[in-house]
Nanobody, 116 residues
Framework: EVQLVESGGGLVQPGGSLRLSCAASGFTFGSHDLSWVRQAPGKGPEWVSSIDYNGGKIRYAGSVKGRFTISRDNAKNTLYLQMNSLAPEDTAIYYC?????????WGEGTLVTVSS
């Protein structure tokens, strides 16, 4: 059974940093591309960043480029999102996503709140 478990969210002041983690199990982690997707209160899902199976190809949404860094540790079956210079508009539930043979898998998300 595929499982994705996000952690690391919380309350942070504007300008602060957080590091999200996504612990994965139930599939061959190092063989699949992964993404972070967020959903702000009252809004639809927004793709944030993706990383290919070995970390060689990385993409970011324009809204986070230069502030967020996606990475993965295939030995630990873990995906990361380092978020710096956080702003109130980054407030959202952040979800880890894995596309495995055409099927999307999601974690339950971790809430990030940016507020003074």
């Amino acid at each position: 059974e595929v499982q994705l478990v996000e952690s690391g969210g919380g309350l942070v002041q504007p300008g602060g940093s957080l590091r999200l983690s996504c612990a994965a199990s139930g599939f061959t982690f190092g063989s699949h591309d992964l993404s972070w997707v967020r959903q702000a209160p009252g809004k639809g899902p927004e793709w944030v960043s993706s990383i290919d199976y070995n970390g060689g190809k990385i993409r970011y949404a324009g809204s986070v480029k230069g502030r967020f860094t996606i990475s993965r540790d295939n030995a630990k079956n873990t995906l990361y999102l380092q978020m710096n210079s956080l702003a109130p508009e980054d407030t959202a539930i952040y979800y880890c996503n894995a596309q495995i043979y055409g099927t999307d898998y999601w974690g339950e998300g971790t809430l990030v709140t940016v507020s003074s």
